[in-house]
């Protein structure tokens, strides 16, 4: 199977997004002049084009994409060849109306931006499938295809009646009779009870709150229909060029898609990124998209969009403030990518993303942004060969996370909407991160042998497979540390018997699980030697089994655990604050044999391994000295490093021994 490195080949992909069909023809020799000056020497085309490779059914005009192909094959620049399908052309949905999807109330979503395709429309998938054959009959011989990339950020949801037919066709392979399918549903509730499938819907708009397994598993057939979108191109492009490898970019832990599943269906693993540069958590942010996108990938992964600069969607659009765009570039590469690229070359004049910034910003050549993307093409020129292929070295400690767990405990109807389980996950990996500790992320039923320490942040719903996997995890030897609202349900979002498995309960020595006691927004409670926020649990230890205790301190739960420790595996009944909860994780890793890359390293400074590179970052403004082992030679300076390194403001060195 091909691989990224196929198409790396010994280099930093570096480039993005060019969409030339915006522009006229003699644009397109200075974009190749400004490209080759900036070191680019990838680009991917074609992403939003059907409308101009198809302009009316059946036609096909190649002829541009011809000499755009020829262009950048004759200036050393590969090409990622994108399918078109993200964004039909109007004529589709004018000629058929069922290709359009539809929202829960049953509004058609019509053409006019993207995304505007039913994943389980017939017409829409036999058109799709026709323009990528054509396409890789055309072009999957040329020499500048480096690699695919099948649509656009898959992220459609479809409420409409041959989605209805679709996700009731998913539900008979799923649970075979309409009695599995009542039972799992728990239809008892509220009369809901199914006496044929035709009865059957998506959780369409409703006078009050849906089933919540009928969402939930709405939710894995959508995953599971844009996989079968995403599988059926792939598979045609791999039929005419089997030696190139396929992607798709993912969101960052967008909701939509089980990556998970879907990292399995693809060569490379590839994400977009898009970190607020006025979010002071807005490297910790980054990190943690890009530590999960290294663990789907199990190795080097791509970087297929970023900023250069602003983004046009927030609510105030800032620039990226002299550095950032280089400091955060390079963090990528220190955790795993291979490639690093943007959205997109040249900013757009016209369009709805006409003030989202281009590596070539309306500032032309002479502005700041595309002078600082000169600098950092250069310099990951002189890194690349050395770090191309390797991996970034962690094998210590695992954050585990599942979008079931997350759709799940995501319903109407729970104790409380303050609890977010992305901010719950950011905040866990926070505290890892700032204690300087690199950390993998992982499936609750993956392998967890070779981790020292793993961490669940929340998993409400956990499978019996996945209870085996924790509790054999422990009994081999491992440290287990479990945030709240965690084995809380089963598969089908079943309540389990006592509020938490019972062998849940047994491994952390909880005896009772009385009530849970969420907390109101901006509330805290008090701990010994902490505050906790957002959640709270009354909870009764078993007697005698309990190693350790952390309690509440006050108010209606005084002296209950807020922590608790049996052995090797803990729990932890509420949020505490970002130091508490750094010191509290930077504790048990240690215990557990779990070491920061470096020892006494500055707050604002990051440190990873990647091979047999040290990658140190330095988000602060300020200059900082940084002790280091040494010697060591920064591969972007060429200066020797001995004893200790200092690093200006948004300052990189990557040392090698």
């Not at 089980?258 to 399995?264: C, G, I, K, L, N």
């Not at 910790?284 to 199990?298: F, G, H």
């Not at 040249?346 to 000169?374: D, N, P, W, Y």
Request: with cysteine.
């Amino acid at each position: 199977m091909p691989r990224l490195g196929d198409a790396t080949r010994g280099r930093i992909l570096f480039g993005g997004d060019y969409n030339p069909e915006q522009w006229p023809e003699e644009t397109w020799h200075e974009d190749v002049r400004l490209m080759k000056d900036a070191a680019v020497n990838s680009v991917t085309l074609g992403v939003f084009s059907w409308a101009k490779l198809e302009p009316e059914p059946g036609a096909r005009e190649f002829g541009w994409l011809d000499r755009l192909m020829d262009l950048m094959h004759d200036n050393g620049i590969g090409v990622v060849l994108a399918t078109p399908t993200s964004s039909p052309p109007p004529w589709l949905g004018r000629l058929h109306p069922e290709t359009l999807p539809r929202d829960a109330d049953g509004r058609v979503e019509w053409w006019g931006g993207r995304q505007h395709f039913s994943h389980s429309s017939a017409v829409y998938r036999r058109h799709a499938a026709a323009i990528t054959e054509d396409l890789a009959a055309r072009y999957g011989s040329h020499p500048a295809l480096t690699m695919w990339h099948i649509n656009n950020e898959y992220c459609t949801f479809d409420y409409g009646d041959e989605a209805a037919d679709a996700f009731r066709r998913w539900l008979r392979t799923r649970y075979g009779t309409l009695d599995a399918l009542n039972s799992a549903w728990g239809t008892a509730f509220w009369s809901q009870g199914y006496d044929t499938w035709d009865g059957v819907l998506p959780p369409r708009h409703a006078h009050y709150l849906n089933n919540p397994t009928q969402v939930l598993d709405f939710r894995r057939f959508t995953s599971d229909m844009l996989l079968e979108c995403y599988a059926a191109e792939r598979d045609i492009v791999r039929r005419h060029t089997p030696h190139l490898p396929v992607t798709s970019n993912f969101m960052p832990l967008w909701v939509g898609q089980d990556a998970w599943r879907w990292s399995e269906e693809e060569d490379v693993v590839s994400v977009d990124l898009y970190p607020d540069p006025r979010d002071p958590l807005g490297a910790q942010s980054a990190a943690l998209v890009q530590d999960l996108t290294r663990s789907q990938a199990r190795g080097p992964w791509m970087l297929m969009e970023q900023a250069a600069g602003s983004v046009n969607w927030r609510g105030v659009n800032h620039p990226k403030p002299r550095g950032l765009n280089r400091l955060w570039s390079l963090q990528a590469v220190a955790r795993g990518a291979d490639a690093v690229c943007y959205f997109q070359w040249r900013q757009s004049r016209q369009g709805a993303e006409k003030f989202h910034s281009g590596m070539l910003s309306h500032a032309g050549e002479r502005g700041r942004t595309f002078q600082e993307v000169k600098e950092l093409g250069a310099e990951l020129a002189l890194v690349g060969g050395k770090v191309t292929g390797t991996h970034v070295v962690t094998s210590d400690i695992a954050i585990l996370h599942d979008w079931h767990a997350w759709w799940a405990g995501a319903q109407d109807g729970r104790p409380s909407t303050e609890v977010d389980y992305p901010d719950v996950l950011r905040a866990w990996h926070r505290a890892l991160w700032e204690s300087h500790l690199t950390t993998d992320f992982a499936h609750p039923e993956h392998d967890l042998s070779a981790y020292r320490l793993v961490v669940v942040p929340q998993l409400y719903l956990l499978t019996d497979t996945a209870i085996d996997n924790l509790l054999a995890y422990v009994r081999d030897g491992g440290t287990l540390v479990c945030g709240f609202l965690t084995g809380i349900a089963d598969e089908d979002d079943r309540v389990r018997p006592g509020g938490m498995h019972p062998r849940l309960r047994d491994l952390f020595g909880i005896r009772t699980l009385h009530e849970w006691w969420p907390l109101d927004a901006g509330e805290t409670v008090e701990c010994e030697g902490f505050r906790g926020t957002l959640w709270s649990e009354e909870i009764e230890p078993e007697d005698g089994s309990v190693d350790e205790v952390i309690p509440y301190k006050g108010g209606e739960l005084d002296a209950f655990p807020a922590i608790l420790r049996k052995g090797r595996s803990w729990y932890v009944s509420t949020l505490p604050e970002p130091q508490a909860l750094s010191a509290l994780l930077t504790r048990i890793a240690a215990d557990a044999g779990a070491r920061p890359v470096l020892d006494g390293l500055p707050g604002c400074v990051e440190a990873v391994r990647r091979g047999d590179l040290l990658f140190l970052l330095n988000h602060g403004r300020e200059p900082v000295t940084v002790e280091v082992p040494g010697p060591y030679g920064d591969l972007l300076t060429g200066a020797t490093v001995e004893g200790e390194i200092t690093l200006g403001r948004y300052g990189v060195a990557v040392l090698r021994p």
